[in-house]
């Protein structure tokens, strides 16, 4: 499976700013996601990034709070914009593999204060 | 109706037990089916894929009903490093990869 790294690991930001996630994959991939997983929940998709188009949006995220982007096929940001205390979650990477499977990065796990 | 509806545990089970975690989907479009573990503060990993003719992994067996939409996960012989979250995992396919996560069910094995 792809190795997958997320930087920062964690952080704690005031509200009102934005924080920009990286995730680094060690190989190609095609199709790369971003989830959030709030405290106690499971994970939600916020959108699918494929490499040269805009990122698909799920139902209750938009790109001018949650802006993506995809340079190349190995490396994809996620930005959380003008934050609030409701924005503290942890934020997931994945990458998708053979079979419809799909392998996450460790995670950032931001608190707003 | 959530789209995809797990047992809320948490289960708490001696060393050695079998047991058995439960979940339903909402989607009959669903394509692929899968099990992932997530321990405390760790991302999801997967567990297995979910076949419909039903598959083992050592001491885990999953199997699906796509007629009731139905998975299920049963762990045998249960041990203190099964202690984790176990979600349940449905892709609807038709485009993109797109998973959507059960809300978990909690293991805990205890000595």
């Known amino acids: 499976s792809a190795v997958i790294s997320q930087k920062p690991s964690r952080d704690i930001c005031q509200r009102g700013t934005s924080l920009t996630i990286q995730c680094q994959v060690d190989?190609?991939?095609?199709?790369m996601f971003w989830y959030r997983q709030q405290p106690g929940q499971s994970l939600t998709l916020i959108a699918t990034?494929?490499?040269?188009?805009?990122?698909?949006?799920e139902s209750g995220f938009v790109i001018d709070k949650f802006p993506i982007s995809r340079p190349n096929l190995t490396f994809s940001t996620l930005t959380v914009s003008n934050m609030s205390p409701e924005d503290s979650s942890i934020y997931l990477c994945s990458v998708d593999a053979s079979y419809n499977e799909q392998f996450f990065g460790p995670g950032t796990r931001l608190t707003v204060l | 109706r959530k789209e995809v509806e797990q047992d809320p545990g948490p289960f708490n089970v001696p060393e050695g037990a079998t047991v058995a975690f439960n979940c339903t989907y909402s989607n009959s479009a669903s394509q692929s089916f899968f099990w992932y573990r997530q321990d405390c503060r760790k991302e999801p990993k997967l567990l297995m894929s979910?076949?419909?003719s039903g598959n083992e992994d050592g001491r885990f067996t999953a199997q699906l009903n796509r007629a009731s939409q139905y998975i299920s996960l049963l762990i045998r012989d249960s041990k203190l490093s099964d202690s984790a979250t176990y979600l349940c995992?449905?892709?609807?396919?038709?485009?993109?990869?797109?998973?959507?996560f059960g809300a978990g069910t909690r293991l805990a094995v205890h000595p």
């Open positions: 979910v076949y419909s």
């Open positions: 190989s190609q991939v095609t199709m």
């Open positions: 995992v449905v892709n609807l396919s038709g485009g993109y990869n797109k998973l959507i």
């Open positions: 990034a494929n490499q040269g188009s805009e990122a698909t949006y």
